[in-house]
């Protein structure tokens, strides 16, 4: 059992940053490939970024890539989540999501816990 807690959500203008972490319980975490993703008002839940076990590979969404930094610090039991250039279509709730079962990184029917959410808001 893993439980993730998502921090690090606010309201920012455009071209600004925020870094999202998301600590987990559970003296597994290192074996876990994590997942951030978000969803917006009336769409449906999208990938972001995904990190394996190791810290290598890592995977981005169009959307995310050059802008977006996903680590993890296994020693801590965290994930991040570093956004730069944010832009008002980032608004979402960001998720962290961890897997360990085989499936695409990409797909959220393919993880196993997830954390409750934080917002993102960016302004214009």
């Known amino acids: 059992q893993v439980q993730l807690v998502e921090s690090g959500g606010g309201l920012v203008q455009a071209g600004g940053s925020l870094r999202l972490s998301c600590a987990a319980s559970?003296?597994?975490?290192?074996?876990?490939?994590m997942g951030w993703f978000r969803q917006a008002p009336g769409k449906e839940r999208e990938f972001v970024a995904g990190?394996?076990?190791?810290?290598?590979?890592?995977s981005y969404a169009d959307s995310a890539k050059g802008r977006f930094t996903i680590s993890r610090d296994n020693a801590k039991n965290t994930v991040y989540l570093q956004m730069n250039s944010l832009k008002p279509e980032d608004t979402a709730v960001y998720y962290c999501a961890a897997k360990n079962t085989f499936g695409s990184i990409l797909n959220s029917k393919n993880y196993d816990y997830w954390g409750q959410g934080t917002q993102v808001t960016v302004s214009s």
């Open positions: 559970g003296r597994t975490f290192s074996s876990y490939v």
């Open positions: 990190i394996s076990w190791s810290g290598r590979p890592v």
